[in-house]
């Protein structure tokens, strides 16, 4: 069964700084991988997401995020994060089959002044 | 363009109670997914429906049920209540074509249920 590790459960970054967050994933196949954001008391708004092809992908508010076969990872990366940043993150990995997703635990990002 | 919308937004119940909650799915999308945020955690899928039958579904008991209907909106039903079961209920549509299911799922802003 598939499976997503984000080993980072909070996430402090100055604003203005860079900004990566963990994603591992388990899974047999070729992925399809997924970041999401969620703001407090909302729902999950699709940041990005990798099918095939390039293995950097740009996402929405300026994030990218790359895969790495070799390492069963999909990081997220931002060069310089903003105060509007601060969210709960989500990496996820699609089910084989279905159109339905395996989510990590998540990491929330504080960023501070 | 509609997003997904679902309702109501919170609503308390006490154990043993049942509970429906709904969901409307985005403007032409044919498949809704539920899915069980418990707090701290990331969502967990409950299931899935696509052309108003049940095609998936995660560990979750019986006492979870849905529907779809022919306008793609959906419930999510949950008989005799427990405690755990307090947590976002997050509703997803997504368009699937045999063949062409890329799984990007469109959400909407949830149901937060608390069970007393």
């Known amino acids: 069964a598939q499976s997503v590790t984000q080993p980072d459960i909070h996430i402090t970054v100055s604003e203005g700084a860079s900004l990566e967050l963990r994603c591992n994933y388990s899974y047999g196949a070729t992925p399809y991988l997924f970041w999401y954001v969620q703001s407090p008391g909302q729902g999950l708004q699709l940041l990005l997401k990798y099918f095939s092809g390039d293995t950097l992908v740009q996402g929405i508010k300026g994030f990218e995020a790359e895969f790495k076969r070799s390492q069963s990872s999909f990081n997220l990366r931002k060069p310089s994060v903003h105060w509007s940043d601060a969210a709960e993150y989500f990496c996820a990995v699609k089910s084989s089959g279905y159109s339905t997703l395996t989510f990590g635990k998540g990491t929330m990002l504080l960023v501070s002044p | 363009e509609t997003g997904v919308t679902q309702s109501p937004t919170h609503l308390i119940k006490t154990r043993g109670q049942q509970v429906t909650l709904r969901c409307s799915s985005q403007?032409?999308?044919?498949?809704v997914s539920w899915y069980q945020q418990a707090l701290g955690q990331g969502p967990q899928f409950i299931f899935q429906?696509?052309?108003?039958?049940?095609?998936g579904r995660g560990n979750f008991p019986p006492r979870f049920s849905g529907l779809q209907f022919p306008n793609y909106s959906s419930e999510l039903n949950v008989n005799a209540l427990e405690l755990d079961d307090s947590a976002l209920y997050l509703c997803?549509?997504?368009?699937?074509?045999?063949?062409?299911?890329?799984?990007?799922?469109?959400f909407g802003e949830g149901s937060r249920l608390t069970v007393l």
């Open positions: 403007s032409g999308h044919n498949t």
């Open positions: 997803a549509s997504s368009w699937v074509l045999a063949g062409a299911n890329t799984g990007e799922l469109f």
């Open positions: 429906y696509y052309r108003e039958e049940e095609n």
